[in-house]
């Protein structure tokens, strides 16, 4: 997808909303071959008992809404995603759209794509409101992994839980300009979210060899080359911009520092863990007051795989 001439449609209201706990990162029980790709991490917020990642998407969107002064009547697309729903279908997102009390004519569209959910959901968004079909749309992502990580795994100690939400319409703050998405499917089933042993509960898992590789490979390399790609095709240096994007790790994280020489990266993860799908969205609410770059880039990848970047003047 390319960009082109279009009306300003950008990101009105942004919100958040994180669980009252909050605990240490912990280390891997036992070496193993992910071991040496989770790094950093103090503290991680993480669902209380009886407390659910719907909760926190509701709470969010009210927030979202609040600041872009759009009452829940106006809303006319709820996407985005709730993970790991109460159900296997339909998805929390149908919760929070009863819970907001959204209208009967709010299409709600749950986009099930993981880490890059976020911005995947927000460019589809974009995509439906500049063709005219929507006027305002919300996305909403949240995530409640903690519950579905085995302690035995690098990975789990730095898993935390949250919610963030966007109010995306005609508007000049922060104007989606561009995106742009690249597959990479020979990876599936290197990293999964699935029943075990049939248990019946949902678990994360990177597998030793090919998820593994995959981290390292793609993982590492893909979301800077295309955020390049990205850049160079709209005439945007590197200097002049702030990146917010997945957060696994501080391994990731300096590296894709390294590799794209942007202005400034902002990151919750010393905070509160790595929120998987909530990540972006948790840390633009934090910083968006903050960003003094003319453009924001939002970065996700998505364990199908995929890696997915969009482009917003600020």
Same mark, same amino acid.
């Given at each position: 997808?390319?960009?082109?001439?279009?009306?300003?449609?950008?990101?009105?209201?942004?919100?958040?909303?994180?669980?009252?706990?909050?605990?240490?990162?912990?280390?891997?029980?036992?070496?193993?071959?992910?071991?040496?790709?989770?790094?950093?991490?103090?503290?991680?917020?993480?669902?209380?008992?009886?407390?659910?990642? %719907?909760?926190?998407?509701?709470?969010?969107?009210?927030?979202?809404?609040?600041?872009?002064?759009?009452?829940?009547?106006?809303?006319?697309?709820?996407?985005?995603?709730?993970?790991?729903?109460?159900?296997?279908?339909?998805?929390?997102?149908?919760?929070?759209?009863?819970?907001?009390?959204?209208?009967?004519?709010?299409?709600?569209?749950?986009?099930?794509? %993981?880490?890059?959910?976020?911005v995947l959901a927000l460019a589809?968004?974009?995509?439906?409101?500049?063709?005219?079909?929507?006027?305002?749309?919300?996305?909403?992502?949240?995530?409640?992994?903690?519950?579905?990580?085995?302690?035995?795994?690098?990975?789990?100690?730095?898993i935390g839980d949250g919610a963030?939400?966007?109010?995306?319409?005609?508007?000049?703050?922060?104007?989606?300009?561009?995106?742009?998405?690249?597959?990479?499917?020979?990876?599936?089933?290197?990293?999964?979210?699935?029943?075990?042993?049939?248990?019946?509960?949902?678990?994360?898992?990177?597998?030793?060899?090919?998820?593994?590789?995959?981290?390292?490979?793609?993982?590492?390399?893909?979301?800077?080359?295309?955020?390049?790609?990205?850049?160079?095709?709209?005439?945007?240096?590197?200097?002049?911009?702030?990146?917010?994007?997945?957060?696994?790790?501080?391994?990731?994280?300096?590296?894709?520092?390294?590799?794209?020489?942007?202005?400034?990266?902002?990151?919750?993860?010393?905070?509160?863990?790595?929120?998987?799908?909530?990540?972006?969205?948790?840390?633009?609410?934090?910083?968006?007051?903050?960003?003094?770059?003319?453009?924001?880039?939002?970065?996700?990848?998505?364990?199908?795989?995929?890696?997915?970047?969009?482009?917003?003047?600020?």
């Open positions: 997808m390319t960009g082109g001439a279009h009306p300003e449609i950008g990101v009105a209201g942004v919100g958040s909303a994180l669980p009252t706990v909050v605990t240490r990162t912990l280390p891997a029980l036992g070496p193993s071959p992910e071991s040496p790709l989770f790094t950093g991490g103090r503290t991680r917020t993480v669902l209380a008992p009886g407390e659910t990642a %719907e909760d926190l998407a509701v709470a969010a969107c009210r927030r979202a809404l609040e600041e872009a002064d759009a009452p829940a009547a106006q809303v006319d697309l709820l996407s985005g995603y709730v993970t790991v729903p109460e159900f296997l279908s339909p998805n929390g997102l149908f919760r929070v759209h009863r819970d907001l009390g959204l209208g009967r004519h709010t299409t709600v569209v749950p986009v099930n794509s %993981e880490f890059g959910t976020f589809l968004a974009w995509e439906s409101v500049r063709a005219g079909r929507f006027a305002t749309a919300l996305v909403a992502v949240a995530a409640g992994w903690s519950r579905h990580v085995d302690p035995a795994n690098a990975h789990a100690g730095l963030g939400a966007a109010v995306l319409r005609r508007s000049p703050r922060m104007v989606i300009t561009d995106w742009i998405c690249d597959t990479h499917s020979a990876e599936y089933g290197a990293m999964t979210m699935a029943s075990p042993d049939g248990t019946g509960r949902p678990t994360y898992r990177i597998e030793p060899d090919s998820g593994v590789a995959a981290f390292r490979s793609t993982g590492m390399d893909g979301p800077p080359d295309l955020v390049h790609r990205l850049l160079d095709r709209n005439g945007v240096p590197p200097g002049k911009v702030t990146v917010i994007g997945h957060q696994a790790s501080d391994l990731l994280l300096d590296h894709w520092r390294r590799r794209l020489h942007p202005a400034q990266v902002f990151d919750t993860l010393d905070r509160y863990g790595n929120l998987v799908i909530a990540s972006a969205a948790v840390t633009l609410d934090a910083y968006a007051g903050l960003i003094d770059t003319p453009y924001l880039v939002l970065f996700g990848l998505g364990i199908g795989s995929y890696q997915i970047a969009m482009l917003i003047r600020m």
